[in-house]
């Protein structure tokens, strides 16, 4: 599937029937610290950029998004009878319904099932990790964890990524092997952490082990939001859907 500017279409596996896309800055309406195409509409934007730009993105991509209202928490929703609500994934097994959330700096995890009949996507900064947001939407499946695959997409990488100790003993309570997911930071006290690994551990804890993606850093890629970065900015939007 061709997409326009330079929207990324992820690298993974993934039945024939799935499609997938990752909006980048490119291609929209909007002015100032959010041009150009920004589809996030809580952020300040003008609202009407904000309207135009998602819907050219339904027009290009031939399906219908499901817009949540995302508050870093670990509701799943159904994407056909819940649009609009407050959850920070989605799920659906309905055609042309693409299950869709919005990013700037925190990791989208698009999720399908290897028969192509099933598809999710994730919002899950380090807060959602932490709270089980990918668990959360494995146990929506009707398929077992081992028949799905997971694509990581892009967030901010541990070169950026600064916390604070209690991030770091957030996952390590849960997971020891999180660990392996922080180095220490040049400030005392501080710790880089890995989104990307952590993500990699909880889905394998929860026996999702075809992972896939992890490899762009929205800090560093000035194609992508970032809050981290530009603090006043737009939302770029990691979508998936069945044909």
């Given amino acids: 599937m061709p997409l326009p500017f ?3 279409a992820p690298d993974w596996p993934a039945p024939s029937n799935v499609k997938s896309c990752v909006t980048t ?14 589809l996030g509409d809580h952020v300040g934007d003008d609202k009407m950029a904000v309207a135009h730009n998602r819907q ?3 027009q290009q991509l031939h399906c219908q998004p499901t817009w949540l209202e995302q508050v870093h ?8 009878t819940h649009m609009r609500c407050t959850a920070d994934a989605s799920i659906t097994q ?4 693409a299950c869709c959330v919005m990013t700037a700096d925190c990791l989208p995890v698009l999720f399908c099932d290897q028969q192509g009949t099933q598809v999710a996507a994730a ?6 990790l932490a709270g089980g947001m990918l668990e959360q939407t494995v146990k929506q499946f009707t398929t077992a964890p081992d028949q799905l695959m997971a694509w990581l997409g892009p967030a901010i990488s541990q070169a950026a990524f600064e916390v604070g100790l209690q991030v770091r003993d957030a996952f390590m309570s849960q997971h020891l092997e999180a660990e392996q997911a922080f180095v220490p930071s040049v400030n005392q006290g501080k710790w880089m952490a890995d989104l990307y690994q952590l993500a990699r551990i909880r889905l394998a ?6 992972v896939y993606g992890g490899g762009e850093c929205t800090y560093y890629d000035q194609r992508f939001y970032s809050y981290r970065r530009n603090s ?5 939007a990691s979508l998936i859907w069945l044909d």
């Fill in 123 to 128: 919002h899950a900064g380090w807060r959602g």
């Fill in 232 to 236: 006043v900015t737009g939302r770029f």
């Fill in 205 to 210: 804890s929860c026996g999702v082990h075809q």
């Fill in 73 to 80: 928490g670990t509701a799943v929703a159904d994407a056909v």
């Fill in 56 to 58: 050219f993105l339904a």
């Fill in 94 to 97: 309905q055609k042309g319904i």
């Fill in 25 to 38: 800055v490119s291609g929209g309406l909007s002015q100032g610290p959010y041009a150009s195409f920004n």
């Fill in 6 to 8: 330079d929207w990324l």
